[in-house]
């Protein structure tokens, strides 16, 4: 028997609408919006805008009065018109339209705040935007402009407390919104330079560390492991104290100097680095005086006097260091010795 003809199913007519949006939404996405005095907005290079009927004809309207408010410097008006129109049709290729200009305006009337928050809303909401790149250039500004003590002025002439903290967060989520644009390694730093002015250093650290890690060829990186270096002697509190700092100071200064040995900053590394080694091996000595001169324990003093001398053995530390073995051998044998100089020292290592 032949075979039966084949049926074709029916397409429903809202299916085959909707195949048609599907295959026209590219050439939406790809579309432009172009302004002139003249014609008003239009869209240029994509079929459709979004919208239909009344409320394609309503969002234009908008979208001109917003325009034309703008261009006769009514930015009140212009501004309230283009969130309007972000609110009242977000699928429309006019809302992330509207939301750009209005952060715009924003941000000319220093409302930075509600400036970033616009601008951030097109980068969540509409990632394709071509503006992207230029929007977190704008986002940085704000942010940067915070962290040097700009203020946010409510309703465009009120102008408020100082908010570091502030841009500390526009930083993060700059960061996190574009991970890997120009602008990450330089948020990392101004995180970190932020928490430097709020005495927060064990943060700043941390940013400079993510920043070394994160973005290990960024022209930044010679700059960060420099400043990591003196975020960490900068808690270095003498040889008295733990060393823990001190020792990630110096891990991070000779880093520096072997990564980046023709950078202009070495010599200021290297005199760090002196610093951090003395006090390192000055510890050594301190705790060796002590097992010598408090508990007449030969042995570990000679430990620590050892260790002073490999700490730093060019140093003026380490010939006192060799001299105190000297007394040591000489005490162990029962000779006389010259007593501890200087003021007892109260020891918190212990």
Do not use: C
């Not at 980068?123 to 704000?142: A, L, S, V």
């Not at 102008?159 to 930083?171: H, I, M, S, T, V």
């Not at 040995?261 to 006090?279: E, H, Q, Y």
Request: aromatic share 12%; glycine share 6%; proline share 6%.
């Amino acid at each position: 028997m032949p075979n039966p003809p084949l049926r074709r199913t029916p397409v429903p007519l809202f299916g085959l609408v909707l195949t048609i949006l599907a295959l026209a939404l590219p050439a939406r996405l790809a579309a432009d919006l172009i302004w002139t005095p003249q014609g008003g907005w239009r869209v240029e290079g994509g079929a459709l805008s979004g919208l239909t009927g009344n409320d394609g004809r309503n969002a234009v309207e908008l979208m001109n009065k917003a325009r034309t408010a703008e261009e006769h410097g009514s930015n009140g008006s212009a501004l309230g018109t283009y969130e309007k129109v972000a609110k009242k049709y977000p699928n429309s290729v006019y809302a992330p339209e509207a939301l750009y200009r209005a952060a715009k305006l924003r941000l000319a009337r220093k409302q930075y705040l509600k400036a970033f928050e616009d601008y951030q809303s097109v980068t969540i909401r509409y990632p394709n935007t071509k503006r992207f790149n230029e929007i977190i250039g704008e986002q940085y500004r704000i942010a940067s402009a915070l962290l040097d003590g700009a203020r946010n002025r409510t309703w465009g002439w009120l102008p408020g407390f100082r908010n570091r903290e502030k841009a500390l967060e526009y930083f993060e989520i700059i960061l996190a919104t574009a991970p890997y644009s120009d602008y990450a390694p330089l948020a990392l730093m101004n995180i970190a330079r932020g928490h430097q002015k709020l005495r927060q250093t064990e943060e700043a650290i941390d940013a400079l560390d993510r920043m070394i890690n994160n973005y290990p060829q960024s022209l930044l990186a010679p700059d960060a492991y420099l400043k990591l270096a003196q975020a960490h002697a900068s808690l270095v509190e003498g040889p008295y104290y733990d060393q823990g700092s001190t020792k990630e100071a110096v891990t991070y200064f000779e880093d520096f100097m072997i990564l980046f040995p023709s950078d202009t900053n070495i010599a200021s590394a290297a005199t760090g680095l002196d610093k951090m080694k003395v006090v390192l091996a000055e510890s050594k000595m301190k705790i060796g005086d002590f097992y010598f001169y408090r508990r007449n324990n030969f042995k570990a003093a000679k430990v620590f006097y050892n260790e002073a001398i490999t700490a730093y053995p060019d140093s003026t530390v380490a010939k006192r260091a060799k001299l105190r073995l000297a007394d040591v051998e000489n005490k162990a044998a029962g000779k006389p010795v010259a007593p501890e100089s200087g003021k007892k020292k109260r020891f918190w290592l212990f």
